[in-house]
């Protein structure tokens, strides 16, 4: 199973960006799915969840109102809508998938994307 993350950049603080996570294989709609964040010299931390059907959602505060994950299984794929960034936003964005309930800890992801990179300029 592979979990390839794209979609980050450059973008001005109020701008927004589309992260996408494609995964590879049959199965993507049995997991529970997630977006992390790793800002330089801090912990990966929970940025937001999406169950199975895509049904139920779960966001850290921080990004509430303004972030917004979805997933459409027939195309194996999730998103991460990001309006009105801010340069607090900049990190390396992860992909993560778990056979467990839609968790907010790390350490209950099994599979990990690459990470794609989303720098907001101030």
């Known amino acids: 199973v592979q979990l390839q993350a794209s979609g980050g950049g450059l973008v001005q603080a109020g701008g927004s960006l589309r992260l996408s996570c494609t995964a590879s294989?049959?199965?993507?709609?049995?997991?529970?799915m997630s977006w992390f964040r790793q800002a330089p010299g801090n912990e990966r931390e929970f940025v937001a969840a999406?169950?199975?059907?895509?049904?139920?959602?779960d966001y850290t505060d921080s990004v509430k109102g303004r972030f917004t994950i979805s997933r459409d299984n027939a195309k194996n794929t999730m998103y991460l809508q990001m309006n009105s960034l801010k340069p607090e936003d900049t990190a390396i964005y992860y992909c993560?998938?778990?056979?467990?309930?839609?968790?907010?800890?790390?350490?209950?992801?099994?599979?990990w994307g690459q990470g794609t990179l989303v720098t907001v300029s101030s």
């Open positions: 993560a998938r778990t056979s467990k309930p839609p968790n907010r800890s790390a350490s209950g992801y099994a599979y």
């Open positions: 294989g049959r199965t993507f709609s049995a997991y529970n």
């Open positions: 999406i169950s199975l059907s895509g049904s139920t959602t």
